[in-house]
């Protein structure tokens, strides 16, 4: 008995080497996960379990009950002899991972072709099987992994109910309790540890391989993150030489490299003696894949490089794409081929794809800064005229009246339009310009009014080198003017504000005025208005031109009751400004 276990544990080993090429398959790894198989994928799992029920039988050993020796299994048994066998692991297996349907069609296999070989347990055997595979099904739950020690059990009892099945279907009696006396003991034994250490084996090779992969991708979201912020500045020398050094850090072959079309952006590693920064590219590889678009390994222990004993050896050459168009390479260097694996390969190719996606977002960056400078500009030219029109129609209406006004408001305006000039270029300006733009506007505007207007200045003057967009205050201003104090006949008020928050400025029209209708302050500055007095444009774009250049929260707020006047602000964020 001790012969026969030693020998069933044997062949157990048989079960390591089947359980590490069952790994390989998806329709098993789908198994292991409880996912649901397709009927192409389920049939693939019946066939390869009672195939390998069917392994596990040849794999036993013939005992002759007459003279209890061992044999080989043959293709037929005499009427004498039967078999100890692993063959019950691959049926109970298949119950425990998939269920009755898998269970039974691998039983069915397995147990068919042992009634096929004879002997006097041919059909007791064959049933038998069948029935483990039953049984393991009734043990199997979905989404829940069986501990090693339940499989042992239920292999064993699988195993002796194979046992009982002998004793009472199979003739002679004496034959059978003399087979059961024999191998009983050591295949309840050896099928159930089998079947636990077939489980236990799989899963934990499984589990490597996730945990492979989880490292790989938890690799590749760190090395993004540290590459992120480089290549959105698109691909130059210096942000191609920091990637080179994140990625000769973080995979750590022989050498990193990138190159544009023509030239090598950055070499970090050996060879970096010639392989210079702003160098013509070397080698012809490195061209076929520029021009070909497709990642390349150079494994035949040259890279071809035209430099005399250059060192590097192995490489992985992948394509960096934007638009469609290669342009440039990644390539990572190794000892030899040997190094290079399917795994490191996959890696690349997907450090290729992510780093090409980043310099397609830093294009895209690229392309909306361009868009929303030339949108402020746009807009900036479309208040220019505006104002102007405004300021010299008030100036042509002084020339006869009063020639020295008219001509101390063209030297106001005349300094205006200098510091116009100067907006029309810059993005911002000194908070202290823009209030100089405003304080020229309204000197125009109160020889209009005469007696009839107040201006009040309440800033902070220590505010006035903080950073504003040019062109924004006087349209609120000139707002305040037309649609607000136009109609009153005295005692009308404009007042800015510039006061200091925590972090932010808080800038404020206010007026006396007449006010605004609730219809039309729920969308004046959202959309563009018709306007009878003006063009509509002035609070619309100074609100779009706040919002582009510090956020939505920099929106103009505006308080306003009909004949109560009206209050608008914005606040825009602090800068350290050296003066």
Excluded at 41 to 63: D, H, K, M, P, R
Excluded at 355 to 376: F, G, V
Aim: net charge negative.
């Amino acid at each position: 008995m001790l012969d026969l276990l030693v020998i069933m544990l044997e062949r157990v080993g048989m079960i390591v080497a089947v359980a590490f090429i069952l790994t390989r398959f998806q329709f098993f790894k789908n198994l292991v996960h409880h996912d649901k198989l397709d009927r192409k994928q389920e049939l693939t799992a019946i066939l390869f379990f009672g195939f390998f029920g069917i392994v596990g039988t040849y794999f036993g050993v013939a005992l002759d009950t007459n003279t209890l020796h061992f044999n080989s299994v043959a293709i037929s048994l005499s009427s004498d002899e039967a078999i100890a066998n692993s063959r019950v692991i691959g049926v109970v297996v298949a119950g425990l991972l998939g269920g009755y349907r898998l269970g039974v069609g691998a039983g069915l296999i397995a147990g068919i072709h042992r009634m096929t070989l004879g002997g006097f347990t041919a059909v007791s055997c064959g049933l038998s099987t069948i029935v483990a595979g039953v049984v393991a099904g009734a043990f199997y739950r979905k989404g829940n992994a069986l501990k090693p020690l339940t499989v042992f059990g239920i292999g064993a009892l699988a195993e002796a109910m194979q046992m009982s099945m002998i004793l009472l279907l199979s003739k002679p009696f004496e034959k059978a309790f003399t087979l059961v006396e024999v191998i009983g003991v050591p295949m309840i034994l050896a099928n159930g540890v089998g079947a636990a250490l077939f489980l236990l084996i799989v899963r934990n090779l499984i589990s490597e391989q996730e945990k492979m992969t989880a490292l790989q991708a938890q690799k590749t979201l760190r090395i993004a993150n540290q590459t992120l912020g480089y290549l959105r500045k698109g691909m130059s020398t210096e942000t191609a030489m920091a990637v080179c050094n994140i990625l000769y850090r973080e995979l750590e072959p022989s050498a990193v490299a990138m190159t544009n079309q023509t030239d090598i952006l950055a070499h970090v590693g050996i060879a970096s003696d010639h392989h210079h920064i702003g160098s013509p590219i070397r080698t012809d590889e490195t061209k076929g894949v520029i021009h070909h678009g497709e990642l390349v390994v150079v494994n035949d222990g040259t890279i071809h490089c035209d430099y005399p004993g250059c060192r590097l050896g192995a490489a992985v050459i992948a394509p960096l794409i934007r638009r469609g168009e290669t342009i440039g390479t990644l390539k990572l260097y190794y000892p030899s081929e040997k190094v290079i694996t399917d795994v490191s390969i996959e890696l690349i190719a997907g450090l290729s794809s992510l780093l090409s996606n980043q310099l397609e977002i830093a294009e895209t960056d690229r392309a909306y800064q361009l868009a929303k400078e030339a949108e402020i500009n746009a807009l900036q030219a479309q208040i220019n005229p505006h104002f102007l029109f405004n300021a010299m129609n008030i100036i042509v209406s002084l020339i006869r009246t009063d020639p020295d006004q008219a001509r101390k408001l063209l030297m106001s305006l005349s300094y205006f339009m200098r510091q116009n000039v100067t907006g029309t270029t810059a993005s911002q300006i000194s908070l202290e310009q823009e209030l100089s733009h405003v304080k020229a506007y309204l000197e125009i505007i109160e020889a209009r009014f005469i007696d009839r207007l107040t201006i009040l200045y309440d800033v902070d003057d220590t505010l006035l080198n903080e950073r504003i967009p040019p062109f924004t205050l006087q349209p609120i201003v000139e707002n305040a003017i037309h649609h607000g104090i136009n109609d009153m006949e005295k005692n009308s008020i404009i007042q800015v504000t510039v006061r200091s928050l925590a972090t932010e400025i808080e800038i404020t029209v206010t007026d006396n005025g007449k006010g605004i209708a609730p219809e039309r302050l729920a969308v004046l500055g959202v959309t563009q208005l018709e306007s009878t007095t003006g063009t509509g444009l002035g609070l619309f774009n100074v609100n779009r031109r706040l919002m582009m250049t510090f956020g939505d929260q920099a929106a103009l707020s505006i308080i306003s009751e009909p004949n109560d006047g009206t209050v608008i602000s914005f606040r825009i964020p602090k800068l350290e400004v050296d003066e």
